[in-house]
């Protein structure tokens, strides 16, 4: 088992930055892939971002490139997703997730990953 917890989100104007954290524990050395994606009201949970717990390569999608940044730090077993430059419409609760399942690449579908946070809210006014 693996236990995720999210925190950092918040309320922000446009414009803003914005830390999340992802503190995981348990069997976290079996852990493959982190990732942290989002789901808006109304809208299908979707990925943000990934990296690999070993080799710390990333992938972030192409809505946040430029703007998002995903990191970890294996000392702590915390990954973080880096926020600049918010928008309204990256208003979402964003969860954090684990893949323990072994993988050579990083992954982007919500049914790939085996351990998810409860949510943290992050909104976004203009």
């Known amino acids: 088992q693996v236990q995720l917890v999210e925190s950092g989100g918040g309320l922000v104007q446009a414009g803003e930055s914005l830390r999340l954290s992802c503190a995981a524990s348990?069997?976290?050395?079996?852990?493959?892939?982190m990732g942290w994606f989002r789901q808006a009201p109304g809208k299908e949970r979707e990925f943000v971002a990934a990296?690999?717990?070993?080799?710390?390569?990333?992938y972030v999608a192409d809505s946040v490139q430029g703007r998002f940044t995903i990191s970890r730090d294996k000392a702590k077993n915390t990954v973080y997703l880096q926020m600049n430059s918010l928008k309204p419409e990256d208003t979402a609760v964003y969860y954090c997730?684990?893949?323990?399942?072994?993988?050579?690449?990083?992954?982007?579908?919500?049914?790939?990953?085996?351990?998810w946070g409860q949510g943290t809210q992050v909104t976004v006014s203009s």
């Open positions: 997730a684990a893949r323990i399942r072994p993988s050579m690449s990083l992954r982007t579908g919500r049914d790939e990953y085996d351990y």
């Open positions: 348990g069997r976290t050395f079996s852990t493959s892939v």
């Open positions: 990296i690999s717990w070993r080799s710390a390569s990333t």
